[in-house]
């Protein structure tokens, strides 16, 4: 499927900002099964510095810097993707669960990168939640795809999406006591549950469809950016795209953006700047098809 893509990023400040200095994780990657056609980056005031580089997870950053006097920011990409995913591995052809944990853990791992993702991270603490969650969905000797699309449909089922009950200082214990977030915490949790198990799971930022379908719910996530997760199948399967928010696997109606260890690793716009005071934050997304 081919969208049209564009993410529109506003700051207003009370006070003037004389100088400020960002980086974004905006551009979509580039890789197979997704191809990116253009894409374009505006900032409004123009930046003194501008630069983009391939961070350690192969994301494209942006980093930029606007030395004159503004109250407003905008940021906006823009880009034409073209995207389907490779269809998996039947769940039940994918090897046990505990063999990809040990090949994960051994001296010298079979996917070194992906053993890089089987560890705690900045936002992904390891703890006893997370193991005892595991349980049910990771029975001995259940082949890895078929216990992760079971966790996914748990979470889906198990916590409530809503809006505004968690930000990103949330931790994740409070997430499982709680049973309530948004589509970054569900990730988040999916991933802390497939680490605790020795699994490799990594976290994906980007967009989903954003129009129903007929006679179906909305998707939730929808009209701003999206969050899922990744889980290494063994080489043989390979990562396989998992959406624990909708309960999906994700093919052609998930846009990738970036990828990394946790939203710390791949969050949309950060930095710093000089005065501004009190500001007003405002995201629109529209992810629409083109054929």
Do not use: K
């Not at 200095?21 to 510095?49: E, K």
């Not at 939640?129 to 000797?141: K, V």
């Not at 930000?167 to 999916?190: W, Y």
């Not at 700047?273 to 098809?289: C, K, Q, T, W």
């Amino acid at each position: 499927m081919r969208y049209a893509l564009s993410h529109r990023t506003s700051y207003r400040y009370a006070a003037t900002v004389d100088l400020a200095q960002h980086i974004a994780h905006l551009r979509p990657r580039r890789f197979p099964g997704q191809s990116v056609a253009d894409c374009r980056l505006l900032v409004d005031p123009t930046p003194q510095v501008a630069t983009v580089h391939v961070d350690h997870f192969g994301n494209q950053v942006d980093s930029f810097r606007v030395e004159q006097a503004h109250t407003e920011l905008i940021i906006e990409m823009r880009s034409e993707v073209e995207v389907l995913l490779p269809v998996p591995t039947a769940p039940a052809l994918t090897p046990p669960w505990e063999s990809v944990s040990a090949s994960l853990a051994a001296a010298f791992p079979a996917a070194p990168a992906a053993a890089e993702f089987t560890y705690a991270s900045p936002l992904v603490a390891i703890g006893p939640e997370a193991a005892a969650y595991a349980l049910p969905s990771f029975p001995a000797g259940r082949p890895v795809l078929a216990g992760a699309l079971d966790l996914i449909r748990r979470i889906r089922a198990d916590f409530t999406y809503t809006p505004g009950a968690t930000d990103i200082s949330t931790p994740l214990d409070e997430v499982f006591a709680r049973r309530l977030g948004v589509c970054q915490d569900f990730a988040h949790v999916g991933i802390a549950v497939l680490r605790a198990l020795g699994l490799a799971a990594g976290y994906v930022s980007g967009y989903i469809r954003t129009y129903p379908r007929p006679g179906a719910a909305e998707l939730r996530g929808a009209d701003a950016s999206h969050a899922w997760i990744a889980v290494w199948c063994g080489p043989e399967a390979g990562w396989v795209h998992l959406d624990p928010t909708n309960d999906l696997i994700a093919r052609d109606e998930h846009v990738i953006v970036a990828w990394g260890r946790d939203f710390s690793d791949v969050s949309p716009v950060r930095g710093m700047i000089l005065g501004g005071g009190a500001h007003h934050y405002g995201v629109s997304v529209d992810l629409r098809p083109m054929e």
